[in-house]
């Protein structure tokens, strides 16, 4: 199969050649709601110039079709072609399929893979396979999630042995962008890191919000920033209702300014951001300072400082955690702020986004075939951070099917009940992860401690 346009192709190829005893020219898979395996196991399993054949029902089209925008001959150089079975008439399915196995497969080495679809579709399309193929040898497939484990069992001279078993819970076979695609998503913008500007200040920050008193004295600074914004959001509203230029406060209070000289300083921590903030933005924090000065000394669009003060750079401070971790383990990261809209139908029957679908993705990454997302508040409140987790964990199922992970990365200083609370909504190889103010300044190692405690 050609992947050499991959990045990761070397890595993908070793992982096909201990798979190459059970390869065949021919794959037939059972389509469910989840495409994510069957990509996976075609791309594993099917040989270069291969047929992947899908066996769908009429609720499960769409996700064939998804499969046939990600598997096929631009990218794996293989081919592939649909055949519609219903999804509870053992009788018909197999009929069909028995009709469509010497058809489509009238020679080569010959697989199953029934991993996806109803428990109807995968004992009787494997049965009839098995039925029609007589003494020819083939292969049976299954992707188990649970343990990323890629079971294989060779059938021949009426008899069967288990064939070799590939881990591939750690092996990139799919792109982020292929995974997003095969669940209906496009991301609108491009996959990329963040800006390196304030790499030290976010540092400092993570350090900042993992002790009350330093944290408590920056938020009420930045409640005074919050209100100068609003303020500027006002005289902006009144010079395009009056069209000239704004007028006095008519109550005769003064405007809030950005105030240096209300710089919490008796906190040593906070002393330490101010000069990281000088030092890496070129810009002194001197009285008459405002955050326009800041965005344009960064070259950022208006506005973007203040909302990276108030909380974007802890999606910054994530995304550099997961990049610095060993290789081994896994996770990579692709893109913060990432964001993604559903691939829709129109009248006449083309693809066409649904701009209503948009939501963001605060950090992308992913372990293998499975896409992780992770969700990033500042916020220590309980209720809105599981808030967040539930919506995140119902946002990243979109993206990534089943086997996408969750993680959230908050201030709250009670992040383990937060994440024992939730653990009963979860399957067991699901939960998710809740990183709380106390792990903030050294997030790679908490993130490296439980990723090495799933790979043991």
């Not at 396979?129 to 007589?134: Q, R």
């Not at 021949?156 to 962008?177: E, H, T």
């Not at 070259?299 to 999606?315: C, I, M, Q, T, Y």
């Not at 908050?410 to 609370?421: L, M, P, V, Y």
Request: proline letters at 7%; charged letters at 20%; aromatic letters at 8%.
């Amino acid at each position: 199969m050609a992947t050499t346009a991959y990045p990761w192709a070397r890595r993908l190829q070793v992982v096909r050649q201990q798979l190459a005893p059970v390869q065949v020219d021919t794959l037939f898979s059972t389509v469910g709601s989840n495409p994510l395996p069957i990509a996976v196991t075609a791309r594993l399993v099917l040989r270069e110039g291969g047929h992947l054949v899908l066996v769908h029902t009429a609720g499960t089209r769409r996700c064939a079709e998804a499969l046939h925008g990600v598997i096929g001959p631009s990218r794996d150089g293989c081919r592939v072609s649909s055949f519609e079975v219903p999804d509870s008439d053992p009788a018909v399915i197999y009929s069909t399929v028995q009709q469509q196995v010497p058809r489509l497969a009238p020679s080569g080495a010959v697989g199953v893979d029934f991993t996806g679809g109803t428990k109807a579709m995968s004992v009787f399309v494997s049965t009839a396979a098995t039925a029609a193929l007589g003494s020819r040898p083939h292969f049976s497939y299954y992707l188990d999630d649970r343990r990323d484990l890629l079971h294989t069992v060779c059938h021949r001279d009426g008899g069967q042995a288990s064939g070799p078993q590939a881990a591939v819970g750690l092996q990139p076979v799919l792109l982020p962008a292929e995974v997003l695609l095969l669940h209906g998503q496009i991301p609108i913008n491009a996959l990329a890191p963040p800006r390196p500007q304030l790499a030290q200040t976010t540092q400092v920050l993570a350090q900042v919000y993992a002790k009350w008193d330093p944290r408590k004295a920056w938020c009420a600074w930045l409640d005074r920033l919050t209100h100068y914004e609003t303020w500027q959001q006002v005289d902006r509203q009144r010079q395009r209702l009056t069209r000239d230029t704004p007028q006095p406060d008519r109550d005769g209070q003064e405007r809030p300014g950005w105030d240096w000289g209300a710089w919490p300083t008796k906190h040593p921590l906070l002393g330490r951001l101010r000069e990281s903030l000088q030092a890496e933005s070129g810009v002194c924090c001197a009285p008459g300072v405002q955050p326009a000065d800041f965005t344009a000394a960064l070259g950022w669009a208006e506005g973007e400082f203040v909302d990276w003060l108030r909380g974007k750079w802890l999606e910054d401070h994530t995304y550099a955690a997961i990049a610095v971790l060993p290789p081994e383990l896994g996770l990579r990261p692709h893109g913060v702020s990432v964001h993604c809209e559903l691939v829709g139908v129109d009248a006449s029957g083309t693809a066409a986004m649904d701009p209503e679908t948009r939501f963001e993705v605060d950090v992308l990454a992913t372990r293998g075939y499975r896409l992780w997302g992770c969700s990033c508040t500042t916020s220590g409140d309980r209720k809105l951070c599981k808030t967040k987790l539930f919506e995140a964990a119902q946002r990243f199922r979109q993206l990534g099917g089943g086997a996408a992970r969750v993680i959230l990365v908050c201030g709250a200083t009670n992040a383990g009940a937060i994440e024992k609370q939730t653990q009963t909504l979860f399957q067991d190889h699901n939960q998710p992860w809740v990183a709380g103010a106390a792990a903030l300044p050294d997030l790679a190692g908490w993130l490296h401690r439980r990723l090495a405690a799933r790979c043991t």
